[in-house]
């Protein structure tokens, strides 16, 4: 996890809390998030980056819609992340 992008963890987090999400509900949750607006040629590379560390799967809703989810590898990862965050913040 160390060595990803803030902006790659944080699709992560959205991937996470959502059920086979599409790259445009992934745009549209992380874009309430960030002031700036991210766009398809952000998101895009940076989900492939993720499909390539094995860290989310991209799969087919449909032939013009692929969807993103977490595989083992990556959930492992972010619970790990999540308990080191915990060990330092309380919030």
Do not use: C
Not at 5 to 12: E, H, N, V
Not at 36 to 53: C, F, I, M, S
């Amino acid at each position: 996890m160390d060595e990803l992008t803030g902006f790659q963890r944080d699709l992560l987090y959205v991937i996470a809390g959502k059920d086979r999400p599409s790259g445009q509900e992934i745009l549209d949750d992380i874009n309430e998030y960030i002031d700036q607006p991210v766009t398809h040629g952000r998101l895009y590379p940076n989900l492939d980056a993720l499909v390539e560390k094995e860290l989310i799967e991209k799969g087919e809703l449909d032939r013009r819609t692929n969807y993103y989810a977490l595989t083992p590898k990556g959930r492992r990862e972010l619970q790990q992340r999540q308990e080191w965050v915990n060990r330092y913040v309380d919030v």
